[in-house]
């Protein structure tokens, strides 16, 4: 977001296969969608970068990913 927090989908890139992700495929995960919470740790207040290392640990191979619509993230950080 604009305080360099959380991570907003921008776009969907397809898989080296040429197929598409499991998370796009799932469909209830939209461009402009933002990822709150992984592993249950809220992304709010944690800079971009430290949200990316979490999502690449190789250490936990299962993540549970948490996503929300833009209204209401910013609606959650303004109240």
């Known amino acids: 977001d604009a305080n360099g927090c959380a991570m907003i989908i ?14 796009q495929k799932h469909g209830g995960v939209r461009v402009g969608d933002v990822l709150f919470a992984i592993n249950g740790s809220q992304l709010d207040k944690v800079p971009f970068k430290d949200a990316l290392k979490m999502l690449r640990d ?5 993540k549970v990913l948490r996503f929300m619509a833009p209204q209401e993230y910013y609606e959650r950080r303004e109240g």
């Open 10 to 23: 921008h776009a969907w890139e397809r898989l080296p296969n040429g197929r598409i992700g499991l998370v």
């Open 58 to 62: 190789g250490n936990q191979l299962r």
